[in-house]
């Protein structure tokens, strides 16, 4: 679960934790699902517990690094997404996964996602498998 589930209904937060504690120890497949998210709250959050770290003396202030920072976020111990196909024809992120999606390589399709079929997957793979991929670099 990706988001800030403390702001949610009582009811709605018991049913959440239910369903994570009951597939807490899956394995396989991931499914993330984003509900009350935001890139940059995430972020935030992942800054104050770092600083509550700090504070604490769990961690030192030069041990900071990228992997202090990955390690804080929703996404802690998965991969970063290799591929993010945006439905709508849209070209933002709309504050989605900002640090994660750092060196993900995007594909753009003109259809709402309820039209986007196996064969724009498919698509979007073929596309994707023919990209050189740099992680940053030239």
């Given at each position: 679960?990706?988001?800030?589930?403390?702001?949610?209904?009582?009811?709605?937060?018991?049913?959440?934790?239910?369903?994570?504690?009951?597939?807490?120890?899956?394995?396989?497949?991931?499914?993330?699902?984003?509900?009350?998210?935001?890139?940059?709250?995430?972020?935030?959050?992942?800054?104050?517990?770092?600083?509550?770290?700090?504070?604490?003396?769990?961690?030192?202030?030069?041990?900071?690094?990228?992997?202090?920072?990955?390690?804080?976020?929703?996404?802690?111990?998965?991969?970063?997404p290799d591929l993010l196909i945006r439905t709508s024809g849209e070209q933002r992120l709309s504050n989605f996964l900002l640090w994660q999606l750092a060196y993900t390589e995007f594909y753009f399709v003109q259809k709402y996602w309820p039209d986007f079929s196996e064969q724009d997957l498919d698509e979007a793979i073929s596309v994707f498998e023919k990209r050189n991929r740099k992680f940053g670099g030239k």
């Open positions: 679960m990706l988001g800030n589930i403390a702001d949610l209904d009582t009811g709605l937060q018991k049913s959440i934790n239910k369903i994570i504690e009951k597939t807490k120890n899956n394995t396989g497949l991931v499914l993330n699902i984003a509900f009350n998210y935001g890139g940059r709250d995430e972020i935030v959050r992942a800054v104050r517990k770092i600083a509550e770290d700090v504070k604490e003396n769990k961690i030192n202030v030069e041990d900071i690094n990228e992997q202090t920072i990955s390690n804080s976020l929703y996404t802690a111990g998965q991969l970063e």
